[in-house]
């Protein structure tokens, strides 16, 4: 049933955004400079924004209600990919993640703007204006310090390689997908996913990164329906922690 | 008998709590007024930036204006039924901007080009030789750019 399909793309996109904000605003007090504290925690606030937009809609189609559906429930029923829940390691990692989310981000977001779906095509209109933000500080710098000095471009070489395989888990595709193609819902994971490398390549060929073969590495999927790292199920208690102590606390 | 006018003069007085000499009329984000047979009072609403804290502030600030002009039956609903987007900041309200020493958002048609991101006319001087520092300042809807004409950093408020 395409709601179903709908439903299942809608928690992913919402998924990933509500765990890639609570990990961005764990830099906020801790970035490696005040400027990229700063944009660590407004991204982590757009982030949780875009997130509880999505779940909102969710819960207009029946779904739980925000609160509930972001906070009360378990790993394995989380649909985000495994490359969002990762920890925040150093700073190189955090920005080679930001870098490789965001761009595939903002390809769905572009993507859902011309969806069948009128609500959804609404919402990801308004939102890819704001991820076009995220992008443009990803990019900007991951081409200075991706040329920079030996150090800071081998350490970000070593991320690229480590986060690379969750990466592609972003574009694991689901068992609706044909289902939402047809319909007019989205372009489909292997579209995104071809957009995305051209769109990396082009930001990385302006440093001394290289992107490593695509076709020699296995990508990490299972994020999509519920398999997850151990770095999930702790974060998901903090957050129900922090709720349950507040439930009326702002995302 | 209350008119959708007379609603929206009242609106005149709630601000943006962030940029205070912005209302939200000016701002662009009550997308629709209507007033029912009975004077049922229906405000909509639309966020600015999706994460923005200040959102929720002000539609609280709608209802106590309303309640304040004795109006007893009302709803101020927000949704992305109309999404926002920094064109729909009136003239009026880029004039506050800029007094506000906020250099408001560039007007643009159809999509928005990384050249409308980055540029930005210095409030302190009004050269347009200026650079953007970083996409995120002090609160969501702020960027950092730097003067290169009076040397000075400048926030403005970003076009989206
Ligand atoms: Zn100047």
């Known amino acids: 049933m395409l709601e179903n399909a709908i439903k299942d793309l809608l928690y992913k996109i919402a998924d990933d955004q509500l765990i890639l904000g609570h990990r961005n605003s764990e830099w906020t007090g801790f970035g490696p400079m005040l400027e990229e504290d700063i944009a660590f925690s407004s991204m982590a606030q757009d982030k949780l924004g875009h997130s509880l937009a999505f779940y909102t809609l969710l819960h207009q189609m029946g779904e739980g209600d925000p609160d509930t559906v972001a906070f009360m429930r378990n790993a394995d029923q989380f649909h985000n990919s495994q490359l969002v829940e990762l920890p925040i390691g150093e700073y190189d990692f955090s920005l080679i993640r930001h870098f490789l989310y965001d761009n595939a981000e903002i390809l769905r977001f572009e993507s859902l703007s011309q969806s069948t779906n009128e609500e959804i095509a609404k919402i990801a209109t308004k939102l890819k204006g704001e991820v076009r933000y995220h992008v443009l500080h990803a990019n900007t710098l991951v081409k200075q310090l991706g040329s920079a000095t030996q150090e800071s471009i081998s350490r970000l070489q070593q991320s690229l390689e480590y986060a690379l395989p969750f990466a592609l888990g972003i574009f694991e595709p689901s068992k609706h997908e044909q289902e939402l193609i047809d319909a007019g819902i989205y372009s489909g994971e292997a579209a995104l996913q071809n957009q995305w490398l051209e769109r990396i390549s082009a930001v990385l060929e302006k440093t001394h990164l290289k992107l490593p073969e695509i076709a020699n590495l296995q990508p990490v999927y299972g994020g999509r329906y519920g398999q997850h790292t151990e770095h999930l199920q702790p974060l998901l208690d903090e957050m129900a922690e922090v709720f349950k102590i507040d439930p009326t606390a702002e995302w | ?160």
């Open chain 2, 1 to 160: 008998m209350l008119t959708p006018e007379h609603i929206r003069d009242f609106l005149d007085e709630v601000k943006d709590p962030e940029i205070p000499v912005l209302s939200l009329n000016d701002l662009g984000v009550i997308t629709g007024i209507e007033v029912a047979e009975d004077g049922f009072v229906t405000v909509r609403m639309t966020p600015t930036f999706a994460g923005c804290p200040a959102m929720e502030y002000m539609r609280a600030e709608v209802e106590q204006s309303l309640k304040r002009h004795g109006v007893q039956a009302f709803t101020v609903q927000m949704s992305f039924s109309e999404p926002w987007n920094s064109n729909k900041i009136s003239e009026k309200g880029r004039k506050a901007l800029k007094e506000f020493g906020l250099a408001p958002p560039q007007p643009y048609q159809g999509i928005l080009v990384l050249d409308i991101l980055e540029y930005a006319e210095c409030p302190n001087c009004h050269s347009t030789n200026t650079e953007m520092r970083t996409p995120f300042g002090p609160t969501l809807c702020r960027s950092m750019h730097f003067c290169l004409n009076c040397r000075q950093l400048f926030e403005q408020f970003k076009p989206l």
